[in-house]
């Protein structure tokens, strides 16, 4: 009895203490009034506000600054507010949208306290969009282009950018309040300004200058690369990548417009490329979906069941997708390995047969078109995109022993000892027309119309041979990079001549974005150099991105007493090919002309003439025009290409100017 006594006055005690509490709750008082500010901000401003905040009964807790554009929030900052009575300060973004024209903002803001007790303020704000003095134009290697104002928001800049160029758009500052503002792809593939975007690729004809411009209030952008694939414009996924879906049928015509094909791998499976650029489809008809790589340059395939892909039917139509290690596309960089969603859609070539076309290459460093790996193979067939449905029996063609065996998870592998012939093409086909459940595959090398890579171009070196007085620019108005290849004697009896010393080697060569390649250039034999009589004013309509003055009116060159000299390239990749474009020029009425030897694995040669009376036109004693070019040369076992200059005829022969390019896909 006592015991509930105890309980029940112990209960009556805290009803009494939540009753005093509750009737000594605040709710509080916040109350603002607002400072010195701006009610009037340029989009991208940032608009700076102060407050005066203050509850006397009550701690503060935040202090909001919130922007509306009609009824959509679309700028918020938030500042911890500590002390009532203080003045706080903070500033608000104004975004900057396309379309939008000047036009009236609501500035809200919201003042609570620890009791979540609020108060709210509001303030409009005029807007009005800035008016530029110019934008820059800033490409992937940060290399900036002014950008003129042409009319009220039109801005433009013309040049000799390279044929897709990834660039963005950057404003200045305008204004007491106002932002650099950065524009570019947005993660939903729109045009949008943001500190994250990604650069847009612009796409022109690199032989010839193009006008890039930019619309700041409609964000109209141009030259956007534009891709018509069977007459349908492609949608730009990223910066890099373009996507259409729609049915073809076999053997359909298929013109490809926006894309220059030279230099694209084309997958044999799915196309084949016609002596008039247009692309045959090859596989049986459907619908697919066809995604342009713009940066690797190949077309991917995938076969679709309405907006899905394609699996496997019972009836043997639909698709077969490959799994495995030792095979990739579009090269063995990339690699299917066993991770789901990673499979390799073979297209359906006939009825109920696929198919998977490739040269053979090493694991690592192969070149586009190798999908095979020539010493290790263990891959498998599946139903749909990652595991699930298999095949229940396998078993392996005529002939195919000699290069495939099966496991007993039907995985298929070389068979013992077997390597493929590395450069060879093979293709791998999986027959279905006995059902699904009697698999044949098939495995051979072609011996009849062998498909091979495309050449494609992988990067350009330029070089400068000259006097360190007049070097190449960094970055010249095409925005190619140069190495300089200049005089070095420090020899007394010398200090007046101009000698680039036998030995030297000029390391950290970089190629025409600036990259280091690695390369080096070592000079076999003295070369003497000199300006006097280079090509001062070349013309960029005739010699084209060799048309660099400061590169052209300097040389290295070979004196009447000297035979030949020669200077080596070291370190290159012997899986690749090197062109060679030679440039010389000297003025002088007497007929000079340059042999140049070039020799790695394979040798080329030919000749150049330098000067001559009336050679570049009456009274112009010197070449302007002519380039010497190789046809690919390889390096030798070692990495190396050594180049040659001697005499034909003619006193001191030159040589201005050097351009490389690297090749892969060639043999």
């Known amino acids: 009895m006592n015991k509930s006594i ?41 608009l700076p506000f102060t407050i005066k905040a203050s509850d006397v009964d009550v701690p503060l807790s935040t202090l909001k600054a919130k922007l509306f554009y009609g009824e959509e929030l679309v700028s918020e900052t938030v500042i911890r507010t500590k002390t009532s009575g203080s003045d706080y300060t903070g500033k608000v973004f104004v975004p900057y949208y396309p379309n939008v024209i000047d036009g009236r903002a609501t500035l809200k803001f919201v003042l609570q306290n620890i009791h979540f007790t609020t108060t709210e303020m509001e303030r409009e704000v005029v807007l009005s969009r800035p008016d530029f003095p110019y934008v820059t134009l800033v490409d992937e290697m940060g290399e900036e282009y002014l950008m003129k104002r042409q009319s009220l928001y039109n801005y433009s800049v013309t040049g000799r950018f390279p044929q897709d160029m990834k660039a963005y758009f950057k404003t200045p500052k305008v204004g007491e309040n106002g932002n650099e ?47 018509l694939f069977d007459g349908e414009k492609m949608i730009a996924q990223d910066a890099n990548t373009y996507l259409i879906q729609k049915s073809f049928t076999q053997g359909q015509s298929i013109v490809v417009v926006g894309i220059d094909l030279d230099g694209w791998w084309i997958n044999p499976d799915y196309f084949r490329k016609e002596s008039n650029g247009t692309l045959t489809f090859l596989p049986v008809d459907g619908k697919y979906r066809v995604v342009a790589n713009m940066k690797q340059k190949y077309f991917s395939v995938t076969r679709m ?22 095979v990739g596309s579009p090269s063995l960089d990339s690699q299917f390995g066993w991770n789901i969603g990673s499979n390799y859609c073979m297209p359906e070539i006939s009825s109920k047969k696929y198919q998977f076309t490739g040269v053979a290459g090493p694991e690592h460093g192969s070149s586009i078109g190798q999908r095979f790996r020539f010493d290790y193979i263990s891959a498998k067939f599946f139903f749909q995109n ?32 077997v390597k493929l012939e590395e450069g060879a093409t093979y293709v791998l086909t999986v027959d279905l027309t006995a059902g699904n459940d009697k698999a044949v595959i098939s495995f051979k090398k072609i011996s009849d119309g062998e498909v091979k890579p495309q050449p494609t171009l992988v990067q ?94 300097d ?30 020029s000297r ?39 002519d380039i010497y070019t190789s046809e690919i040369v390889f390096p030798n076992e070692n990495g190396e290409i050594k180049f040659t200059i001697s005499r034909k005829t003619g006193d001191y022969i030159p040589l201005n100017t050097l351009k490389i390019e690297e090749y892969i896909n060639v043999k």
Not at 600 to 625: C, F, P, S
């Open 6 to 46: 105890y309980i029940i006055l112990a209960l009556v005690g805290i009803l009494a203490m939540n009753s005093c509490s509750d009737d000594e709750f605040l709710s509080g008082n916040p109350d603002m009034e607002l400072g010195a500010g701006k009610v009037s901000a340029l989009y991208g401003d940032s």
């Open 181 to 227: 503002l950065t524009f570019g792809w947005d993660n939903e593939n729109r045009l949008a300004e943001g500190k994250n975007v990604d650069p847009i690729t612009f796409s022109g004809t690199e032989a010839e200058p193009y006008e890039v411009t930019f619309n700041v209030l409609t964000y109209a952008v141009s030259p956007l690369v534009n891709v």
């Open 305 to 326: 069941n309405g907006d899905k892909e394609a699996t496997l039917s019972d009836d043997g139509h639909g698709a077969i997708w490959l799994m495995g290690w030792g």
């Open 386 to 417: 990652g595991y699930g449905g298999e095949f229940s029996q396998v078993t392996l063609a005529s002939g195919t022993e000699a290069l495939l065996k099966l496991t007993d998870s039907k995985n298929f592998e070389l068979a013992n000892d």
């Open 460 to 553: 350009t070196l330029y070089f400068d041979f000259g006097i360190k007085t007049k070097k190449a620019e960094s970055a010249d108005n095409n925005g190619n990079y140069w190495n300089n290849i200049v005089n070095n004697s420090t020899i007394e009896e010398h200090k007046n001549e101009k000698y680039a010393i036998s030995g030297t080697i000029y390391s950290n060569l970089v190629n025409s974005k600036n990259i280091d390649t690695s390369y080096k250039l070592t000079l076999n034999s003295r070369f003497s150099t000199n300006d006097a009589g280079g090509l001062n004013k070349p013309e960029p309509d005739i010699l084209g991105d060799l048309a660099v003055a400061s590169a052209t009116g």
């Open 555 to 584: 040389y290295f060159y070979i004196e009447s007493n000297e035979e030949s000299s020669s200077f080596t390239f070291s370190e290159l990749d012997k899986n690749k090919g090197y062109k060679f474009y030679a440039f010389g």
């Open 587 to 625: 003025s002088a009425t007497q007929i000079r002309t340059a042999v140049y030897n070039i020799s790695g694995k394979n040798t080329e040669e030919g000749e150049l003439q330098a000067a001559g009376k009336d050679y570049g036109g009456a009274g112009v004693h010197q070449n302007v025009q």
